[in-house]
Every structure is written in C-alpha cells, then in structure tokens.
C-alpha cells in the first residue's frame, strides 16, 4: 500500500529505509514514497547487506518504481550473498516527476536460504528551494 511521501520543511537529505530477510523470498516489499521533483542519490542509495543470504543458488535484490513491471528500474540483480553495501546499479534517470512508490523484490533460488538480513536505502534530496 503506497504511504505518503516524506517531505521535512528544511534542506536537508531525506531517505527511506527498509529491512528485509531471507523470509522475503519471491515477495515484492513495499521500501516507501519519495516526492515528486526529488532527486535520488544514486550513490547513497542501494542494499546494506548485515547477515549474507545463503540460498543455494541466486541470492540477488532487484529495486525501483512500482509502475516498472519488474521492480528493477533502478538496481537489477543486487548481490545479498557477501557483506557489504551494494548500491544501484542501473543508467537511469533518478530525478523523479511524480510522487514515486518505491518496491524491492528479493529473489533467492536453488537450496532455500537459512540466513540472510538487509537494510534497503534510497537517499534523495527533495524539491524544496523554492
């Protein structure tokens, strides 16, 4: 269910962060909303893996727009299976038009995982000059 976008009355970078797991497997999570006219911090943005994914074959995070029929506009195929912060991956625009619902679906194959925790974030910068 799309929530309202998050907007603070001063500048500064917002975010909006999601934990998943091992349980999210062929579940698409819902990470939040971003305003229309925000830009995404690319760089700042993307997957803290805490506790590695261990399915047996693909542990991977695809992120992006929920009006992108994959949810991967924005990072396809981030690696859970290793430590580390792994951030979008996609040559895409990530200055954002309409208030933007944002989804992640974390796909794990082969022998089913018994571990695995992460941390989602998108970092953006809002359209509040003005």
């Not at 992640?104 to 992460?118: F, Q, R």
Request: proline fraction near 5%; glycine fraction near 10%.
């Amino acid at each position: 269910m799309a929530q309202p976008a998050r907007l603070y009355h001063t500048q500064q970078v917002h975010y909006l962060r999601k934990g998943i797991t091992y349980a999210d497997d062929g579940t698409t999570v819902d990470v939040g909303t971003i305003p229309a006219g925000s830009m995404v911090l690319k760089p700042l943005s993307g997957v803290l893996v805490t506790t590695v994914f261990n399915a047996g074959s693909t542990n991977v995070l695809d992120v992006g727009p929920s009006t992108d029929s994959g949810t991967d506009l924005w990072a396809t195929d981030l690696a859970l299976g290793a430590l580390a912060f792994v951030p979008l991956d996609e040559a895409v625009t990530f200055l954002v038009s309409v208030d933007t619902y944002v989804q992640a679906a974390v796909d794990l194959t082969g022998t089913a995982a018994t571990t695995g925790a992460a941390e989602i974030v998108i970092c953006y910068i809002p359209d509040n000059d003005g």
